[in-house]
């Protein structure tokens, strides 16, 4: 996403994402003609569009950051009602569990992870690595929280307990994400991605 040349021509920067950060866009230094990559961003911001002054000592980008909450609306409101996190992080994904829990990917502890949050307000984190786990989705009984994560070859389907705990595999695509149960919770949808398509499939909740 967006590249510019250094006037030496020896090398040039460019926006991109790291392997296993999904989102964050940083910005990059390649050598050329070597291919040696070295990153000179290395917060939570997001970068969007770069370029450089004539001599390339300067570099003029926009650092795109984003303050996010959680709010509770009543079906059918036109409006939230109620704020229920009072951390400013960003969050994707939404479940809520059948005890009125509530499951989330956030990067308030620096990386992005699954949390659960209780009706009283107590947060627990699921998961603890240092790349992506996103999207997590609650099967209808409880027992189980599936999300998408990157800590394994590619972006694929990951199962847990509902503590955080005997973590297992189910798809080994390069890119699959957005599981959702079924109502009898045999069977898991979601979408694979690829160069130029992206298609819905389904597999077991036991993998398969």
Same mark, same amino acid.
């Given at each position: 996403? *967006? ?5 030496? #021509?020896r090398s040039l920067l460019l926006i991109a994402t790291d392997e296993g950060s999904l989102f964050l866009q940083k910005i990059w230094?390649?050598? @050329?003609?070597?291919?040696? &990559? =070295? ?9 969007? #569009?770069?370029?450089?002054?004539? *001599? ?10 984003? +303050?996010? /909450?959680?709010?509770?609306?009543? +079906? ?11 951390? *400013?992080?960003? @969050? ?11 499951? @989330? &990917? ?15 307000? /107590? ?31 590619? %972006?694929?389907?990951? =199962? ?6 005997? &973590? ?10 957005? +599981? ?9 949808? @979601?979408?694979? *991605? ?5 298609? %819905? ?8």
């Amino acid at each position: 996403n *967006d590249l510019a040349w250094l006037s030496d #021509g020896r090398s040039l920067l460019l926006i991109a994402t790291d392997e296993g950060s999904l989102f964050l866009q940083k910005i990059w230094q390649l050598s @050329y003609p070597n291919g040696e &990559a =070295r990153k000179l961003t290395n917060d939570f911001n997001i970068y969007e #569009g770069l370029s450089l002054t004539a *001599d390339s000592k300067m570099i003029v980008t926009t650092q795109v950051s984003q +303050a996010a /909450n959680i709010w509770l609306a009543l +079906a059918g409101a036109t409006f939230p009602t109620r704020q229920i996190t009072t951390r *400013d992080s960003n @969050y994707l994904g939404l479940s809520w569990t059948q005890h009125g829990e509530l499951v @989330y &990917a956030s990067d308030i502890s620096g990386s992005w992870d699954i949390w659960i949050r209780s009706p009283e307000g /107590n947060e627990k984190q699921l998961t603890v690595n240092k790349n992506g786990n996103l999207l997590p989705s609650v099967s209808p009984d409880g027992r189980y929280v599936f999300f998408t994560s990157v800590r394994s070859e590619g %972006v694929n389907i990951w =199962r847990m307990d509902s503590d955080g705990g005997n &973590a297992k595999q189910i798809t080994n695509g390069n890119l699959d994400h957005s +599981a959702s149960c079924s109502p009898d919770g045999k069977w898991l949808v @979601y979408v694979h *991605d690829t160069f130029d398509k992206s298609t %819905v499939w389904k597999v077991s909740t036991e993998g398969g």
